[in-house]
Structure formats: structure tokens, C-alpha cells
């Protein structure tokens, strides 16, 4: 998780993606051993299909996610799970974006950092 040397954590690129962040974290919040339908995560997040079924190709590429697809009648139903894989990489993605966030250290009356002020955007000389 950590660069050699001790520097600052590498984010997971399968997870950090805006989109597969955001299906990974609704994912995550689904007890261990249940699953989700496509079309309600589809839904949740209000991907379009397509988009949805990209992100959980890449995330299924990974081992992240599980899809299962079966019959409800006659009628196709594909279900979601994160695998324990998965949950494991969003816990490690977890743990170097607070990482990331406590060396940037806290900003002024512990607010959102601002950097170091050597910035001259905005400033009058």
C-alpha cells in the first residue's frame, strides 16, 4: 500500500475511478454473503446500464466483484456481490485515502487543508 521508503500510499486504479469507487462503496454496504440486483445498484447509482456493466467487467476482471446471472421465472436477473477480495482492496483503499488525508495534515482551526499559502492565486502584490 505504501511506496518503498516509507513514502505516501498508492491508491488501488481499479477502485479509485470515480465510478467503480462509487460502485464499490455501495457494494461494501451490502452484508457479506448478500447480494444486489443490477438493475436496483443500477438504480442506487444512477448509471445508465451500459456504464454499470463496464465498471463491474473491470471490477469482475480484479476479483472484486461477483456477478451472477440466473432465472427468476423466465425472466434473466443478474446479481452483485462484492467478493471477499473486493472487500479486502476497499479496505486497503480505505486505509490509504485516511492515510493520504492525515499527512496532508489539518488546515487552519482544523478545517480541510489549504496547502502551504505559497500559492499566489488570489493574493495582491
Known amino acids: ?15 479509485h475511478a470515480q465510478a ?8 461494501s454496504t451490502i452484508p457479506e454473503g ?9 438504480d442506487i447509482l444512477g448509471m445508465t446500464g451500459g456504464n454499470l456493466s463496464v465498471h463491474l467487467g473491470k471490477l469482475e476482471d480484479a476479483g472484486y466483484v ?8 423466465r425472466t434473466p436477473v443478474t ?3 462484492l467478493t471477499r477480495r473486493g472487500r479486502l482492496a ?3 483503499y480505505t486505509t490509504a485515502i485516511r492515510a493520504l488525508l492525515d499527512a496532508a495534515g489539518p488546515g487552519p482551526a482544523g478545517g480541510p487543508p489549504t496547502g502551504n499559502g505559497s500559492s499566489e492565486m488570489g493574493q495582491s502584490t
Open 1 to 15: 500500500m505504501s511506496l518503498p521508503g516509507g513514502g505516501l500510499p498508492e491508491l488501488d486504479p481499479v477502485i
Open 20 to 27: 467503480r469507487l462509487r460502485v464499490v462503496t455501495a457494494l
Open 34 to 42: 448478500d447480494q444486489i440486483s443490477f438493475p436496483r445498484l443500477r
Open 66 to 73: 461477483e456477478i451472477a446471472k440466473t432465472h427468476k421465472g
Open 79 to 81: 446479481y452483485l456481490a
Open 90 to 92: 476497499f479496505d486497503d
